[in-house]
């Protein structure tokens, strides 16, 4: 059994010698150290011999076996080696190139103007807050006196949102404006409030060189004690000139909004022509940059605020208008239709 044990040793490691990949080894494994291999089969007749032989037979077994699986764990780490090699080989890359390029790409011209438009907020303390683009009716229009039938229904055409609630009314839109955030903070809060909340909005409309489907708005809002339509004008008096240059001149006209009283309509002098007129102010001279006025008692009430001791102003922007002014840019459709040969511009 001894002679049996030293030819299994010499032929199994001769064996082994001539393997090249896993597959041969593993049957190589199997046909030594297997269940059924010639040396597990050794081990299996010990049992029947005397003790005395038992032990030594027992313990050269052993030490062939672990023999044998120390040159199979040797033999496995030696084919992984060679396979990483000569892959390394085949497949080599020079490091020393030069890379690709990776454009660092930039802020979308709208995100440069609503961010520098919102920073003019906040550095006169008001606080960047952000509402949800899908909007309750409520807040879109009746917490903002647009009711049903109100010619100002119109004003903000709307898309609705395929969702009915008990009475089978639609009662959810895409916001037509950021007014409705206004309604939002004043319900969460008490004065004073002073908040600037830019988003998207949408409207149900044809487009062309002055109409988006989806755009963005800069709202602002203001309440507390005694704040007056001076308030209002200082304000947006110091955004125009800081957002477009000191020597600008700003006109407050009436203008009608159902939520504020008064309204007013905000405009700087022609960018273009100084005031003179051309075609970018239709020869008024004067170019119209957003909405304002004193927010409508009826609106203070409603958000529980007592108009007797609160008042406040509220404005609000389109913010692509603001940089098609400011850099000419003559269609809004420029803004979403993805041209890099636009958008590396700014
Ligand atoms: N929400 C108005 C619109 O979309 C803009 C506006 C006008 C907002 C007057 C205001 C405001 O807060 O006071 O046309």
């Known amino acids: 059994m001894i002679d049996r044990l030293k030819v299994i040793k010499v032929e199994a490691i001769a064996e082994l010698g001539g393997i090249s990949d896993l597959t041969e080894l593993e049957r190589w494994r199997i046909h030594y150290m297997g269940k059924k291999g010639q040396l597990t089969q050794v081990l299996r007749q010990l049992g029947d011999l005397p003790p005395e032989d038992r032990r030594i037979i027992g313990a050269l077994a052993n030490e062939i076996k672990r023999q044998l699986e120390d040159?199979?764990?040797?033999?496995?780490?030696?084919?992984?080696?060679?396979?990483?090699?000569?892959?390394?080989?085949?497949?080599?890359?020079?490091?020393?190139l030069p890379g690709y390029p990776v454009s660092p790409g930039r802020l979308h011209p709208t995100t440069q103007a609503l961010r520098e438009v919102c920073s003019i907020f906040t550095s006169m303390g008001f606080q960047w807050v952000e509402g949800p683009e899908v909007e309750w009716e409520y807040y879109n229009f009746e917490a903002l006196n647009i009711f049903?039938?109100?010619?100002?229904?119109?004003?903000?055409?709307?898309?609705?949102?395929?969702?009915?609630?008990?009475?089978?009314?639609?009662?959810?839109?895409?916001?037509?404006?950021?007014?409705?955030?206004?309604?939002?903070?004043?319900?969460?809060?008490?004065?004073?409030?002073?908040?600037?909340?830019?988003?998207?909005?949408?409207?149900?409309?044809?487009?062309?060189?002055?109409?988006?489907?989806?755009?963005?708005?800069v709202e602002g809002l203001a309440v507390d004690k005694d704040i007056t339509f001076a308030d209002l004008k200082g304000t947006l008096y110091e955004f125009a000139r800081r957002l477009f240059g000191e020597e600008r001149r700003v006109r407050f006209r009436c203008d009608y909004f159902p939520f504020?009283?008064?309204?007013?309509?905000?405009?700087?002098?022609?960018?273009?022509?100084?005031?003179?007129?051309?075609?970018?102010?239709s020869n008024t001279g004067w170019?119209?940059?957003?909405?304002?006025?004193?927010?409508?008692?009826?609106?203070?009430?409603?958000?529980?605020?007592?108009?007797?001791?609160?008042?406040?102003?509220?404005?609000?922007?389109?913010v692509e208008r603001i940089s098609m002014l400011r850099y000419g840019i003559d269609d809004i459709r420029l803004f979403y239709s993805n041209d890099l040969r636009f958008l590396n511009q700014f």
């Not at 780490?77 to 020393?96: F, G, N, P």
């Not at 809060?189 to 109409?211: L, N, Q």
């Not at 008692?297 to 404005?315: I, T």
């Open 260 to 281: 504020v009283e008064p309204g007013v309509e905000v405009s700087i002098d022609c960018l273009a022509c100084g005031g003179v007129g051309c075609r970018l102010c």
């Open 287 to 318: 170019i119209e940059i957003l909405g304002a006025g004193m927010v409508h008692p009826d609106v203070l009430r409603r958000v529980d605020y007592d108009p007797e001791v609160y008042s406040g102003f509220a404005f609000g922007m389109g």
């Open 71 to 96: 040159e199979l764990a040797g033999f496995k780490s030696r084919i992984a080696r060679t396979t990483v090699e000569s892959k390394l080989e085949k497949e080599w890359i020079d490091v020393t």
């Open 148 to 217: 049903k039938g109100h010619p100002a229904y119109d004003m903000w055409d709307t898309l609705w949102v395929d969702f009915y609630n008990e009475k089978g009314e639609m009662p959810m839109l895409l916001r037509t404006h950021t007014s409705p955030v206004q309604i939002r903070i004043m319900e969460k809060t008490r004065p004073p409030v002073r908040v600037i909340m830019p988003g998207k909005v949408y409207r149900y409309e044809a487009t062309d060189a002055t109409h988006e489907s989806m755009f963005y708005q």
